[in-house]
């Protein structure tokens, strides 16, 4: 995986938060209680935040204690006491009287400007991304993890993939048994992949001796490890960009 940045968690907790408050902006409290699409709706943003607090490091949370980590961690289990019975009552208590605070320290905690503001920075368009995002093959990526081409190119043309990029450990020093292999995907015009292809990591499996293989579309990546995920990619489809004392 990337390198961990608490301020991506932090973002998307921050903009979980911003949506349940969206969904009841004109709402008033009876009209919330009746709505089941409304509740539903908050709902979903809870369980985002939920499942990213932990996400975040040890020390993070300790540095910044002005955030009650715990509270935020327990939002489901108090709105949701029961599996899939909401609690509407207190999801609107959360969602008006705990989340605009927590929104608003969040905010504190990230960088001025885009993409961490909410606003997609200027000339995101990973598509367009030229040969500067691309890792420059000059450096030593390490990752002498051998990749059998023909059958790369065989898969690739199966499933419409146009380009490849590896990033995460795999090019890192820190690849180790363990790690997986993180790739970003990008596919011919028209190309209708159930869940956006998410799920066809298990097809290059066996092209890496059996690792946990995850994609990244590249058309919808994250804005906040959007450059930090471009600055380590390596092309390894069409053309393999790793030194080739460094490919097998």
Not at 86 to 98: G, Y
Not at 114 to 140: F, H
Not at 176 to 190: K, W
Not at 221 to 241: C, F, K, Q, T, W
């Amino acid at each position: 995986m990337t390198v961990h940045d608490d301020r991506a968690y932090i973002a998307l907790i921050r903009d979980a938060a911003r949506g349940s408050l969206e969904s009841i902006s004109d709402m008033t409290r009876e009209e919330f209680l009746e709505s089941k699409l409304a509740q539903h709706a908050v709902a979903f943003d809870l369980v985002l935040i939920v499942e990213r607090v932990p996400k975040l490091s040890i020390a993070y949370k300790m540095a910044h204690p002005a955030v009650n980590w715990d509270e935020l961690a327990a939002l489901r289990s108090k709105t949701e006491p029961k599996f899939a019975t909401i609690d509407a009552a207190a999801e609107w208590e959360a969602a008006t009287a705990l989340l605009p605070p927590i929104a608003a320290a969040l905010d504190a905690l990230l960088p001025a400007g885009a993409p961490w503001n909410g606003t997609a920075p200027e000339a995101a368009g990973l598509a367009e991304a030229g040969p500067a995002a691309v890792r420059d093959s000059a450096q030593p990526v390490p990752s002498a993890l051998p990749i059998p081409r023909n059958e790369l190119h065989a898969l690739c043309q199966k499933l419409h993939v146009t380009r490849l990029r590896m990033f995460g450990s795999a090019v890192r020093d820190d690849f180790g048994q363990e790690s997986d292999i993180d790739l970003l995907v990008e596919y011919e015009p028209g190309t209708n992949h159930p869940w956006g292809g998410a799920s066809l990591g298990d097809e290059f499996s066996p092209l890496f001796s059996g690792r946990k293989v995850e994609l990244g579309d590249a058309e919808h990546l994250n804005p906040y490890v959007r450059e930090g995920i471009l600055a380590e990619a390596v092309e390894i489809y069409p053309v393999d960009r790793r030194p080739a004392e460094k490919v097998k």
